[in-house]
């Protein structure tokens, strides 16, 4: 009897742990009945079927799957109607949804299939609105009558990519160990334009894929994210001079991040890229943020040091109240680049790079890649030591 007893905790572990790796999946497809619902895994080079299952009278399902890492799913009734899961060891989902518009599901119980079908969304709408934009400027008069309502297209269009790349970013910026942030690297606007587009975008590839190595190493598609980052980077290469891009985005200034051009103590307007700087720092900070105020107090010493080798600091305050801001600047005697944003907790920019809580901060470096997201003081000195010799 005491030799079972010892044993029986190994055995529930086991079995607790078996558990963990169970995923279940259930819902409802009104008017659905008799339909073949297909559910299938996405592979790194195609689709695998796990089970096809014909709708009840009341159009209910449910599937089973194991695995021990994330994985991308499909749940698929026709080649146009279907939806897109990331499932978690563990997970238990309910679906529910009409048989004309799967993609429309109400996805409950897993938060990442949530985030994807978001994604998906928001890259259908900006797709269908810039075809709307193509459809319009094909029928203009491109000989100068209509030369307003191009230019007026041409900046829409411009914008349209831009809006859909910059909230990108700040997906992936916000969540840079979530396999969903895979699907944004991947996300195109057409056959031959990717999402993010430019050269320097490949260092969201590099962030991601750093990150996601650490938390799913035995992933395939974290595997193969890392084996086709070189891949994808001459791929953007190509990518950048496609006609489209450089017909109707040829008024969007091209940057490597997304800039940030904002008011200074004095009222100018200085733009993060305009920095000509080795290596640069971008803070995002308040007056009422009592660890924000620390960590401008010891990047000083830091600035101080490392200033005329090239480094420099891009301080962005979201304090609403400009003389509070101007006091604390004075007060601490805060020797580098310092702007407002007044919109405070609403700032469009910090949307951009998902700034959640202050401080929040990002090395980059002289060709504009982020190195690092908040970096210690420690870490700044150490690659500052190495790159500005």
Same mark, same amino acid.
């Given at each position: 009897?005491?030799?079972?007893f010892?044993?029986?905790?190994?055995?529930?572990?086991?079995?607790?742990?078996?558990?963990?790796?169970?995923?279940?999946?259930?819902?409802?497809? @009104?008017?659905?009945?008799?339909?073949? %619902?297909? /559910?299938?895994?996405?592979?790194?080079?195609?689709?695998?079927?796990?089970?096809?299952?014909k709708?009840s009278?009341?159009?209910?399902?449910?599937?089973?799957a194991?695995?021990?890492? &994330?994985? /991308?799913?499909?749940?698929?009734?026709?080649?146009?109607? /279907? *939806?897109?899961?990331?499932?978690? &060891?563990?997970?238990?989902?309910? *679906?529910?949804?009409?048989?004309?518009?799967?993609?429309?599901?109400?996805?409950?119980?897993?938060?990442?299939?949530?985030?994807?079908?978001?994604?998906?969304?928001?890259?259908?709408?900006?797709? !269908?609105?810039?075809?709307?934009?193509?459809?319009?400027?094909?029928?203009?008069?491109? $000989?100068? #009558?209509?030369?307003?309502?191009?230019?007026?297209?041409?900046?829409?269009?411009?914008?349209?990519?831009?809006?859909?790349?910059?909230?990108?970013?700040? /997906?992936?910026?916000?969540?840079?160990?979530?396999?969903?942030?895979?699907?944004?690297?991947?996300?195109?606007?057409?056959?031959?334009?990717?999402?993010?587009?430019?050269?320097?975008?490949?260092?969201?590839?590099?962030?991601?894929?750093?990150?996601?190595?650490?938390?799913?190493?035995?992933?395939?598609? @974290?595997?193969?994210?890392? #084996?086709?980052?070189?891949?994808?980077?001459?791929?953007?290469?190509?990518? @950048?001079?496609?006609?489209?891009?450089?017909?109707? #985005?040829?008024?969007k200034k091209?940057?490597?991040?997304?800039?940030?051009?904002?008011?200074?103590?004095?009222?100018? $307007?200085?733009?993060?890229?305009?920095?000509?700087a080795?290596?640069?720092?971008l803070c995002?900070?308040?007056?009422?943020?009592?660890?924000?105020?620390?960590?401008?107090?010891?990047?000083?010493?830091?600035?101080? !040091?490392?200033?005329?080798?090239?480094?420099?600091?891009?301080?962005?305050?979201?304090?609403?109240?400009?003389?509070?801001?101007?006091?604390?600047?004075?007060?601490?005697?805060? &020797?580098? *680049?310092? @702007?407002?944003?007044?919109?405070?907790?609403?700032?469009?920019?910090?949307?951009?790079?998902?700034?959640?809580?202050? &401080?929040?901060?990002?090395?980059?470096?002289?060709?504009?890649?982020?190195?690092?997201?908040?970096?210690?003081?420690?870490?700044?000195?150490?690659?500052?030591?190495?790159? %500005?010799?």
């Open positions: 009897m005491k030799k079972l010892l044993f029986t905790p190994i055995i529930l572990l086991f079995l607790i742990s078996c558990n963990n790796n169970k995923i279940e999946i259930k819902g409802t497809i @009104v008017n659905g009945e008799g339909k073949d %619902l297909s /559910f299938k895994e996405l592979l790194v080079d195609g689709t695998l079927d796990i089970e096809r299952v709708l009278k009341n159009g209910s399902f449910k599937f089973k194991e695995s021990e890492v &994330p994985r /991308f799913y499909y749940l698929i009734l026709s080649p146009n109607n /279907f *939806i897109t899961l990331l499932l978690n &060891p563990g997970d238990k989902v309910e *679906i529910k949804a009409d048989v004309s518009d799967l993609k429309n599901a109400q996805i409950t119980g897993s938060k990442e299939s949530q985030q994807i079908q978001f994604l998906n969304k928001r890259l259908e709408k900006t797709k !269908k609105e810039l075809d709307s934009l193509s459809k319009q400027y094909a029928g203009l008069d491109k $000989s100068g #009558a209509d030369e307003q309502n191009l230019t007026a297209i041409n900046q829409q269009y411009s914008k349209l990519i831009g809006d859909l790349r910059d909230s990108s970013i700040a /997906f992936i910026l916000g969540n840079l160990d979530n396999m969903a942030s895979i699907m944004v690297l991947y996300q195109k606007i057409d056959e031959e334009n990717f999402v993010l587009y430019k050269n320097r975008d490949l260092q969201y590839i590099k962030l991601v894929s750093e990150a996601l190595v650490k938390k799913y190493p035995e992933s395939p598609h @974290v595997k193969a994210l890392m #084996a086709d980052k070189d891949n994808l980077l001459k791929r953007y290469d190509q990518l @950048v001079t496609q006609k489209k891009i450089e017909e109707l #985005a040829k008024t091209v940057s490597g991040i997304p800039d940030i051009t904002l008011p200074d103590t004095k009222g100018d $307007s200085i733009s993060l890229n305009s920095l000509t080795r290596y640069k720092l995002f900070w308040a007056t009422w943020s009592q660890e924000s105020i620390q960590q401008n107090i010891q990047l000083i010493d830091l600035y101080q !040091k490392y200033h005329s080798k090239g480094f420099e600091v891009y301080m962005v305050s979201l304090d609403t109240k400009q003389d509070a801001w101007k006091e604390s600047i004075q007060f601490d005697q805060l &020797p580098w *680049i310092n @702007v407002i944003d007044i919109n405070g907790r609403t700032s469009y920019v910090a949307k951009i790079y998902n700034v959640r809580t202050l &401080p929040t901060s990002y090395l980059i470096n002289g060709d504009d890649d982020i190195v690092s997201v908040n970096p210690t003081n420690q870490e700044i000195i150490n690659t500052l030591e190495y790159a %500005l010799k």
